[in-house]
């Protein structure tokens, strides 16, 4: 059984550079030192893409039950597709089911705590719609399955730059009616929150973003920041959570005001995550914060123009895994400083052994 973390890697579209920036972010000759990998894939198609990119891996062990995975390995949770379904550039029936089936298992294990964290490689949305995913994207799949009922938050992040969104993968017609009072304040609240527990931030400083063009210029080019983006910002003053703005999205990245903060929260997909990419270029990493689990994923999609040439880039695949681990230790060493600290002592007197609550091999 693993004494490291386990991180748990989706293969997400097998037609995409998928299995080519997995591979390359585990070559890291340190990697059996920091985290085992648990790839939810098929062994026939890591061999293939070993043989076809050159690269050198860890050796493979197929794992049937949690208790089989084994440190220093490539361990396999294998999904039943093989080298020759792979048609490499193109979103096919094949690769969207065995997307979708290794979300699905890789889900159980995070909540069965086989794995300690998720990171999910990309995968083509049109290609996993069916009767099992119905869903526009991972966030709102995992928000459904994991997320006890609450909201989860879309963030996308480098080591200088979060960005939040207030809506998701929707159409642009439909954003308006969802940008009201109450879920402006319930993401500003639970983005707070996910600074303060999941990157350390002690008193974070929010950022947010007009929905119009100007702010609305006082309401001739719409009436949504007079009507419910600046009074959420007052009702998260009045809670003493640092929320400022709003702030047209133009200008504010133009000048580095995103600078002044410590996170921000965008309207809708394209207006925050546009500026992003373009500052974090590969180094951005997607996490769906507010979940009572870890999941992060590249900033890219499945990249078919690239596929299975040799040419994809694994930086932002690498910083998602070892993002998910760092904030996985943050979340952790902050459960363990807000516990009760009577509660606490009582466990370690009452304990056999010194209790050491920075182990790397707790588990949330």
Known sequence: MSKLLKVGITHGDINGISYEVILKALADEKIPELFTPVLFGSPQIVEKARREFGMDILPIHIVKRGAEIRDGKLNIVEIP?????????????????????????????????????????????????????????HTEFLAERL?????????????????????????????????????????????????RRDFTVERPKIAVLS?????????????????????????????????FGPYSADGFFATGAYRNFDGVLAMYHDQGLAPFKALAREEGVNFTAGLPFIRTSPDHGTAYDRAWKGEADPTSMRQAIYKACDIWRNRRNYINASANPLKKARQEKTADKTIDLSADDETL
């Open 81 to 137: 597709v093989t080298h020759n379904d792979v048609t490499p550039g193109v979103p096919t029936e094949v690769s969207g089911r065995a997307a979708v089936q290794a979300l699905e298992k890789a889900v159980e294990a995070l909540k069965d705590g086989v794995i300690d964290v998720l990171v999910t490689a990309p995968i083509s949305k049109k290609a996993v719609q069916g009767n099992e995913f119905q869903f526009p994207g």
């Open 147 to 195: 997320g006890d009922g609450k909201g989860a938050l879309m963030i996308l992040f480098d080591d200088y730059l979060k960005v939040a969104l207030v809506t998701t993968h929707l159409p642009l017609s439909k954003v308006p009616r969802e940008i009201t009072r109450e879920k402006v304040t319930e993401k500003i609240r639970l983005f707070e929150n996910v600074l």
């Open 211 to 243: 929905l119009n063009p100007h702010c609305g210029d006082e309401g001739l080019l719409g009436n949504e920041e007079i009507d419910h983006i600046l009074p959420a910002i007052e009702d998260m003053k009045k809670e003493g959570i640092l929320a």
